[in-house]
Structures are given as structure tokens and as C-alpha cells.
């Protein structure tokens, strides 16, 4: 064997050494959960952004699908999103739900809608539309943050007048 040879088998051999050497004696295992919603909604909302239940990501404020209309849990278009392509009747339940609003109040919403068969979308404190539980309605391509904020349970696209 020529010297070259045993220098660097000597060499890559001290590496190894101390690579071995200072390597963690245990180490942590990655984080294999999902971050809580609630978590992710709220660290959205004081970083003026959104998180997407759906996809798992954080978005810009105000982000909302077109032909859809977004119910946010922060103000101005922050914190938590839902969003529906249709009416929804119960958001607790069904294919579709919105899991921090179960607890967590609805503050602001986007109508980004482009069909001009519906004018608006109503929103409700109860499930099934029940009229006497109406606290809103968003005509198409407005945003805004709500005055009041709420525990809605559901929304319903409508023709008539919306306001």
C-alpha cells in the first residue's frame, strides 16, 4: 500500500472518530402530528395571516378561492379560514366542517363568489338556515370584519337582497 493511501485511510479514520464522538447521544424523534388547528389559527391571526384547515398551510390574509366564500377566525381576513363552495347547513357536521369554530368565534368574512345567480351569502348562529338566527349577510366581492364577533353554524348563498 503506498503512503498516500495509508494517510488518507488515517485521515478519513480520525474523521469518523470524531464525527462518532460528537454526534447527540440520543436525538429527538421528528414531530410526526399535525400542528392543532387552534394552535396554527391563532399563531396565524397574531401574524396577520391565515392557516387552511383543508391544506395544512399558512396564506396571506384574505385569502380566499375564487367562487367561495371564507369565514375567518381573526380580524381582517386572519387566523383560522373555512371555506364553501355552496351552502352549509350545519359546519360541524357532513363532508365538509370547520373544526375551530366550534369554540372560537367567527371575526371577519370574504364573498369571493363569482356567480351572479346569488347576490350575497347569509350566515347563521344555528344550523338548517332557521331564519330567526340570521346575523348577517355578504353581498358578492365584499370582505369585512364583523362588529360583533359569533359562533356560526351555518350559510346559506341567496338571490335576493342582501344587507
Same mark, same amino acid.
Given at each position: $500500500?503506498?503512503?498516500?493511501?495509508?494517510?488518507?485511510?488515517?485521515? #478519513? =479514520?480520525?474523521? /469518523?472518530?470524531? #464525527?462518532?464522538?460528537? &454526534?447527540?447521544?440520543?436525538?429527538? !424523534? /421528528?414531530?410526526?402530528?399535525? !400542528?392543532?388547528? /387552534?394552535? $396554527?389559527? #391563532?399563531?396565524?391571526?397574531?401574524? =396577520?395571516?391565515?392557516? %387552511?384547515?383543508?391544506?395544512?398551510?399558512?396564506? *396571506? *390574509?384574505?385569502?380566499?378561492?375564487?367562487?367561495?366564500?371564507?369565514?375567518? +377566525?381573526?380580524? *381582517?381576513?386572519?387566523?383560522?379560514?373555512?371555506?364553501?363552495?355552496?351552502?352549509?347547513?350545519?359546519?360541524? &357536521?357532513?363532508?365538509?366542517?370547520?373544526?375551530?369554530?366550534?369554540?372560537? +368565534?367567527?371575526?371577519?368574512?370574504? %364573498?369571493?363568489? %363569482? @356567480?351572479? /345567480?346569488?347576490?350575497?351569502?347569509?350566515?347563521?348562529?344555528?344550523?338548517?338556515?332557521?331564519? @330567526?338566527? @340570521?346575523?348577517?349577510?355578504?353581498?358578492?366581492?365584499?370582505?369585512?370584519? #364583523? %362588529?360583533? @364577533?359569533?359562533?356560526?353554524?351555518?350559510?346559506?348563498?341567496?338571490? =335576493? &337582497?342582501?344587507?
Amino acid at each position: $500500500m503506498t503512503t498516500f493511501r495509508k494517510s488518507l485511510i488515517a485521515i #478519513l =479514520g480520525a474523521v /469518523a472518530t470524531v #464525527l462518532v464522538l460528537s &454526534a447527540p447521544a440520543s436525538a429527538a !424523534p /421528528a414531530p410526526t402530528d399535525k !400542528p392543532a388547528a /387552534a394552535e $396554527m389559527a #391563532l399563531f396565524a391571526e397574531q401574524t =396577520g395571516q391565515v392557516w %387552511n384547515e383543508e391544506s395544512q398551510e399558512l396564506l *396571506a *390574509a384574505w385569502d380566499c378561492p375564487s367562487g367561495r366564500v371564507c369565514f375567518y +377566525s381573526g380580524a *381582517a381576513g386572519t387566523g383560522g379560514r373555512c371555506s364553501w363552495e355552496g351552502s352549509d347547513d350545519n359546519w360541524l &357536521a357532513g363532508d365538509l366542517t370547520c373544526l375551530w369554530s366550534r369554540s372560537d +368565534s367567527v371575526e371577519s368574512v370574504r %364573498n369571493n363568489g %363569482n @356567480s351572479t /345567480a346569488f347576490n350575497g351569502v347569509r350566515y347563521y348562529t344555528g344550523t338548517d338556515f332557521n331564519p @330567526s338566527t @340570521s346575523v348577517g349577510c355578504i353581498p358578492r366581492g365584499a370582505r369585512g370584519t #364583523l %362588529n360583533t @364577533s359569533r359562533l356560526l353554524r351555518s350559510h346559506l348563498w341567496v338571490t =335576493g &337582497a342582501c344587507g
